[in-house]
């Protein structure tokens, strides 16, 4: 079965210190990987994937994801947490040929202290 | 400028009437979607279209309606036989990229509540 896991539904750094956002997953399926970025009452934004090319994916705003087969992860970092950087991120599979195979982390929250 | 819009961006209802919830986009993507958002959770898929004139039922249906008479519009009916309305709803259009994968676009999202 397909699945996605985000580790932490909350976590807080400080300002200036690095990011780190866990997310692992289940495929039997070679899977597309996926990081949003959702800034309260707003819809989601793209912040980076995961195709089938490179492991070390780079997204806007500084942040990046490595996927890891053997560790079955996606984990998001950023190495300078910004103020503005404060927001519920999702991380997201979805696996080839069929829209209704697209499944959403619960989301994890990420507060930044000044 | 290329986007997804939704209207309108706060929607008040009272129970037992049905509203209907626009999404529009400009991107020429052949998919759209409708997913519903409750505080502190993750997204449900509702109903999904890959063309025009057919959509699918997503996890959570019921409730629900959809029309899909044009590319470029994909609009949700919340009926009364929807028990828990309140929520935010988000719309979102993929494409099918070189590489065979669905990317999905978000709009701003539309925030219903129940009185």
């Known amino acids: 079965a397909q699945s996605v896991t985000q580790l932490d539904s909350h976590v807080s750094v400080s300002e200036g210190t690095p990011v780190l956002l866990r997310c692992n997953y289940s495929s039997s399926y070679s899977p597309s990987l996926f990081w949003y970025v959702q800034h309260p009452n707003k819809g989601l934004q793209l912040l980076l994937k995961y195709t089938s090319a490179a492991t070390l994916v780079k997204g806007i705003n500084g942040f990046e994801a490595e996927f890891k087969k053997s560790e079955t992860s996606f984990h998001l970092t950023k190495p300078s947490a910004h103020m503005s950087d404060a927001a519920e991120y999702f991380c997201?599979?979805?696996?080839?040929?069929?829209?209704?195979?697209?499944?959403f982390g619960s989301g994890t929250r990420l507060s930044i202290r000044p | 400028d290329g986007g997804i819009t939704q209207s309108p961006k706060y929607l008040f209802r009272k129970e037992g009437q049905n509203v209907t919830l626009s999404c529009e986009q400009n991107?020429?993507?052949?998919?759209m979607y409708w997913y519903r958002q409750d505080p502190g959770q993750g997204l449900r898929l509702i109903y999904y279209s890959q063309i025009v004139n057919d959509f699918q039922k997503g996890d959570i249906a019921e409730g629900y309606s959809v029309s899909r008479e044009k590319k470029e519009s994909f609009p949700l009916t919340v009926t009364s036989a929807q028990k828990n309305p309140t929520a935010f709803y988000l719309c979102a259009s993929s494409i099918r990229g070189r590489d065979s994968t669905d990317t999905q676009y978000f709009g701003p999202g539309t925030r219903l509540t129940v009185l």
């Open positions: 991107l020429n993507h052949d998919a």
């Open positions: 997201v599979v979805t696996w080839y040929s069929s829209a209704s195979k697209i499944i």
